[in-house]
């Protein structure tokens, strides 16, 4: 008897051990991982080896082990039909459901670049050429999109559009994609950049996140120089505090593409048109984000250097991007006037290239 009843101990620990290896398996299987790689596409290269395929998901943080994958496709799947090709996993998913989209090979993208600064309708414009629908989306009609707010509404409430909010970068989005999913994806990696202490960081400095966001688009567009930021975060609130116009083309500019009339060139009567957004002649921060912004604006604006600067103009002597920054308006006026000297030199000698046929 005694061996009897060794043997159905034996038997009952082997089913036992199948029936908590099941669940663990199904578990593994089952269970949703969330990750950070939902906005990007993962290429896997030709060659690349089931195994091998596994392992770099799992690197990824896509998949969440390599041995559940390894185990079901060993027992219960086909590791031939894993194929190369570019992915893009949604998050949370679940290990079968990438093993899944893994058979069913690669998936055509479209690559979208946002040039840090850009505007709102400079993206629609390249949003309804890259993705043409059927029936077709127009140009304003993407713009219309970005009207709405509730992609961001929890950071900043009182946004009046998307401006400032796509975030700058090169995406590859899938081909098929409608326009408001590829807004949604430049305003997710824009929310994956603000931290939410930023929104009390600026509340601490009288700000709200959208003035925040508005002043690091004016930063953005001033200087391409990241350590020159903090400095004209510096200026812009100097002239703020001493009631001053901020004086910054780039507005007029973003009031020109407003009402369709930007060619290129920044004409006086761009100069001189009423508009809130107008720096030039009103005071005060305009009413709201006139570009893209990155990451480093953004700092800048939220720690803005404590400088007596007023005023900057292009240093034409490293002719790099940087400034000269002034405190006084007659120094600033030697600099701009040594600036004037070279811009004229700059369009004689394009001229006179034009005239070669060079």
Not at 10 to 28: P, R, T
Not at 224 to 244: K, Q, S
Not at 279 to 303: D, F, H, M, Q
Request: proline share 7%; hydrophobic share 35%.
């Amino acid at each position: 008897m005694k061996p009897f009843k060794l043997l159905l101990a034996a038997l009952a620990l082997v089913i036992l051990l199948i029936c908590v290896g099941s669940y663990w398996l199904y578990s593994s299987l089952t269970t949703p991982v969330k990750h950070d790689k939902a906005e990007q596409i993962v290429v896997i290269e030709k060659g690349s080896t089931p195994t091998q395929i596994i392992s770099r998901l799992a690197s990824e943080g896509i998949l969440s082990g390599e041995i559940g994958p390894r185990l079901y496709l060993r027992i219960f799947g086909d590791p031939s039909k894993i194929q190369a090709g570019e992915y893009q996993f949604k998050s949370p998913i679940s290990p079968l459901e990438v093993l899944k989209e893994l058979e069913t090979g690669e998936i055509q993208t479209t690559k979208l670049t946002i040039p840090e600064g850009f505007t709102r309708f400079d993206i629609a414009k390249r949003i309804a050429a890259l993705f043409p629908q059927d029936p077709p989306v127009e140009e304003k009609q993407v713009l219309a999109m970005m009207d709405d707010t509730a992609l961001i509404r929890d950071i900043s409430p009182n946004a009046k559009n998307l401006e400032g909010y796509m975030y700058p970068s090169t995406y590859n989005i899938p081909k098929k994609a409608t326009p408001q999913e590829v807004i949604k994806i430049t305003v997710e990696q824009f929310r994956k950049f603000w931290k939410p202490e930023w929104t009390e960081q600026a509340r601490s400095m009288g700000r709200t996140p959208n003035e925040i966001v508005t002043i690091a688009s004016l930063i953005e567009t001033e200087t391409g120089v990241e350590r020159e930021r903090p400095i004209v975060a510096g200026i812009i609130n100097n002239r703020l505090a001493r009631n001053i116009p901020l004086g910054i083309d780039q507005t007029n500019v973003y009031i020109a593409k407003m009402l369709g009339k930007w060619d290129g060139t920044i004409h006086k009567s761009d100069l001189e048109v009423d508009s809130p957004y107008n720096t030039r002649t009103k005071t005060g921060l305009p009413p709201g984000p006139i570009s893209s912004v990155t990451e480093s604006s953004i700092r800048a604006a939220l720690n803005p250097e404590q400088n007596d600067y007023l005023y900057y103009v292009r240093n034409v002597d490293l002719n790099d991007g940087s400034h000269w920054f002034y405190a006084s308006a007659a120094e600033f006026e030697k600099g701009k006037a040594k600036y004037q000297q070279w811009l004229n030199k700059e369009r004689q000698e394009e001229r006179a290239n034009n005239g070669n046929g060079q």
